[in-house]
């Protein structure tokens, strides 16, 4: 029988060539013999996870590294960048929001005012987009071709009637206002030519597009761009273009009458300030206003239209 059928037992399975073995569970009595506990030199010994770590570091080589760096320092430059814009827009807001709850007109007018302005806003609005409306339909019959001639007949007529009302050497009629001013007239009383003139700029703004104002006698001048207005020498009345009325006053007035109304009534405004000097300011509503006071044509010495 062979050395390794002595050895073990059987002689299956055989032993390894080279490696004499002990009795079983008794460890290799050779002085060089490796732990038994050590894994088989056979089985490739597993790295440390620090050693792997440091294994693929070192086969990436300086090229992974420096790719991993920049991008570390990109990502730091965008959030820094990020954190500056936030910043920026914490800081408008905050301002704005300060700005809007600080604003003292806007703290001091009631929600009825605010709801007059908005409906003022919104009629001028609506009386603009009317305008634009009626200028693109003028100039799309101006481009038609048959209609063309015809229609530049009546634009131009059109125009020459309003501008006719605007001047004051045409008559107008149509929906507006009836404003009585009374009280005590004079440069520092209730009614002054300082506050017809901002009644009628107050009425211009708000669409007026006639006007003429009358005295006690009846006695009327048409308002037109170049109308002034001045207190009588003497106190007791006003100088209106050259002509003294007597109060009180009426101004007949061709527009929207809510919008003119709303006008009127804004805090601060013509109501307002007449109301506290001691006088009285009331605007009636009337469906046909008639505006009848004529304006002498102004004769032009020095401007020519360019041709």
């Given at each position: ?149 015809q229609a530049a007949l009546e634009e131009a007529t059109r125009r020459a009637d309003e501008l006719g009302i605007l001047a004051g050497t045409l008559p107008a009629v149509g929906p507006g206002l009836s404003v009585r001013f009374d009280g005590p007239v004079g440069p520092d009383k209730a009614i002054s030519a300082a506050r017809i003139l901002d009644a009628v700029q107050e009425l211009r703004g708000a669409g007026a597009e006639a006007m003429q104002i009358a005295g006690v006698d009846r006695t009327a001048v048409r308002i037109i761009a170049s109308t002034y207005f001045v207190d009588a020498e003497g106190g ?72």
């Amino acid at each position: 029988m062979s050395e390794e059928h002595r050895e073990t037992g059987t002689g299956w399975p055989p032993a390894a060539p080279g490696r004499p073995t002990g009795p079983a569970g008794e460890p290799d009595p050779r002085p060089d013999a490796p732990d038994p506990d050590e894994l088989s030199p056979l089985a490739p010994a597993e790295p440390e996870p620090d050693e792997r770590e440091v294994e693929e570091s070192a086969g990436d080589g300086p090229a992974a590294a420096a790719k991993k760096a920049p991008a570390a320092r990109r990502w730091t430059s965008a959030g820094a960048m990020i954190a500056v814009l936030l910043a920026l827009l914490g800081f408008t807001l905050v301002v704005q929001l300060k700005t809007t709850s600080t604003d003292p007109t806007l703290a001091a007018t009631r929600e009825e005012d605010l709801v007059r302005i908005s409906s003022d806003l919104d009629s001028r609005e609506r009386r603009l987009r009317q305008e634009i409306a009626a200028l693109e339909e003028s100039q799309r019959q101006l481009r038609s071709g048959e209609q063309g001639r015809q229609a530049a007949l009546e634009e131009a007529t059109r125009r020459a009637d309003e501008l006719g009302i605007l001047a004051g050497t045409l008559p107008a009629v149509g929906p507006g206002l009836s404003v009585r001013f009374d009280g005590p007239v004079g440069p520092d009383k209730a009614i002054s030519a300082a506050r017809i003139l901002d009644a009628v700029q107050e009425l211009r703004g708000a669409g007026a597009e006639a006007m003429q104002i009358a005295g006690v006698d009846r006695t009327a001048v048409r308002i037109i761009a170049s109308t002034y207005f001045v207190d009588a020498e003497g106190g007791g009345g006003l100088v209106v273009d050259g002509r003294r009325l007597s109060g009180p006053y009426t101004i007949t007035v061709i527009g929207d009458p809510a919008t003119m109304r709303t006008a009127l009534n804004i805090p601060g405004g013509v109501v307002a300030s007449v109301q506290e000097a001691g006088g009285n300011v009331t605007p009636v509503d009337r469906e046909v206003v008639e505006v009848s006071q004529l304006h002498a044509p102004i004769k032009l010495d020095h401007a020519r239209p360019v041709s």
